[in-house]
């Protein structure tokens, strides 16, 4: 893993605002995760995504990992918590964390590319299937509006 600052994609402040809106302060498990971009942003996580996003996260100590749960952390959290003071919808909390992250705009080469730098390995492409297999199994069971207001609810 590379030790100097990383730069921001717009993804890993989509993952930084998933976790948030997947959890709230006391964290999301994976499958959370990627039901909440989903709801942000209409789309799934690449593993590619996630493993490089976590890796950039967890150095910087924005987000962190607590037993099966990813947690906001450290600065991310300061502000996040000051902000909500306010109104905030899902898509709000996206601008925050690209606006905290300093992130660059959307590229969708980014999403199928392994950042060797960055690289939250133990986060398998195996694992990223099985997180969205059963969200999108809960998301069948429960319709779409159901998931959401489950989502958004806690």
């Known amino acids: ?86 109104p905030f919808s899902s898509f709000s909390v996206m601008q925050f964390f690209e606006n905290f992250l300093n992130s660059r705009p959307y590229d969708s080469l980014d999403r199928a590319r392994d950042d060797p730098d960055w690289c939250f390995a133990e986060l398998t492409d195996e694992v990223v299937a099985s997180a969205c297999a059963q969200y999108q199994s809960e998301a069948e069971t429960l319709g779409t509006e159901a998931l959401k207001q489950s989502i958004l609810g806690k």
């Open 1 to 86: 893993m590379n030790y100097a600052d990383p730069t921001y994609q717009w993804s890993d402040a989509w993952l930084l605002a998933a976790i948030a809106v997947g959890g709230g302060l006391k964290g999301a498990m994976l499958k959370e995760v990627v039901a909440a971009g989903d709801l942000i942003n209409r789309s799934l996580f690449t593993p590619q995504e996630l493993r490089s996003g976590l890796a950039k996260l967890f150095h910087r100590g924005y987000a962190m990992p607590l037993g099966d749960r990813f947690v906001i952390a450290g600065d991310a959290r300061v502000e996040l918590e000051a902000a909500l003071q306010h």
